[in-house]
């Protein structure tokens, strides 16, 4: 339910490692320019189709505009392709220069989608210190939650067990949460030599904060759905001084969840957190496909591009997992 796919060569490198394994994704808008018309919309879906090539037939790109003010001959013209708006607060992340300055500011585009069905996907975070970032965002959530009740709200990739209690707080509010904040903390981050293939924003938070997300998707929190927040970056955009935000995640994210869920006795309720959830929360109704995890170990790539073009660095690189999707 977050998937970054970016374009081009690195489009084409990233597709399949999505589109094989699930049957849809919701694909973020921050390219450079961002996604912010309904013809760029429909371009970059068919751009996604094309680079899925064979799995394009059971693969469904369901495609968000990048929040800016827009009228409803706007929303309207892209609502053919379109599945929801995603919202960045100016400078708070990869690609958000053009994100809004004032969120109240733009209390004519909420409603506009709140009458048009149009779900509102958030980057939750200030630009305050950076472990408080995602909770100094919270009264943002309460406030439009209340103003707009019909609005459907997604806190996108939560990070912290204040956002968790929140969604039991207010019936139109969700959210997703990543593999790799299941499962990581800021020490894996920075406690020991950095770990750049790591480092994503929002910054993964503490103990207290992981396993509160843990039990929220064990339990298969029914307002709680699994978004990758896959976000490849070259290898030379991670290694380097000024390091890029963003775990690639998608080649081994539902091994690493199966192992996850599996190690806690969970593994009936990964069904409901991958998809369940979302299907039941946006009324999805996707491509027929199953895949089937079995239980045998397998290494990791340390890499992932024949060198041709982009060449991006995989969460979990050179690591034995314990379950693969069975080809
Ligand atoms: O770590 C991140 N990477 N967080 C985001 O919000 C954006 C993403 C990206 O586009 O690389
Ligand atoms: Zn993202």
Known sequence: MHLHLRDGDMLRLVCADSAGPFA???????????????????????????????????????????????????????????????????GVTTNSESGIHSISAADPTFRLMEEMGIPLLVHGETTGFVLDRETEFLSVYETLA???????????????????????????????VTAHHLIITLDDVAGGMLQPHLFCKPIAKRPSDRDALLAAALAAHPKLMMGSDSAPHPREAKECCGCAAGVYSAPVLLPR???????????????????????????????????????????????????????????EAGSELEWRVKA
């Open 24 to 90: 849809g994704a919701v694909i973020m808008p921050n390219l450079v320019p961002p996604v912010t018309s309904a013809e760029v919309l429909t371009a970059y879906r068919a751009r996604i189709l094309e680079a899925a090539g064979p799995h394009a037939a059971a693969f469904q790109p369901l495609m968000t505009l990048f929040f800016q003010h827009y009228t409803e001959a706007q929303l309207a013209a892209a609502l053919p392709d379109l599945f929801a708006v995603k919202l960045y607060p100016h």
């Open 257 to 315: 969840l199966a192992q996850l869920f599996a190690d806690h006795g969970a593994l009936d309720h990964l069904q409901a957190f991958i998809s369940g959830n979302a299907c039941r929360i946006h009324g999805l109704n996707p491509p027929d496909k199953s895949i089937t995890l079995v239980r045998e170990s397998w290494t990791v790539p340390t890499r992932c591009g024949d060198g041709s073009g982009p060449t991006v660095v995989p969460w």
């Open 146 to 176: 209340t103003r707009f009740p019909r609005l459907r709200i997604v806190m996108e990739h939560i990070t912290t067990a204040a956002a968790v209690t929140l969604l039991d707080r207010f019936e139109n509010l969700h959210a997703t």
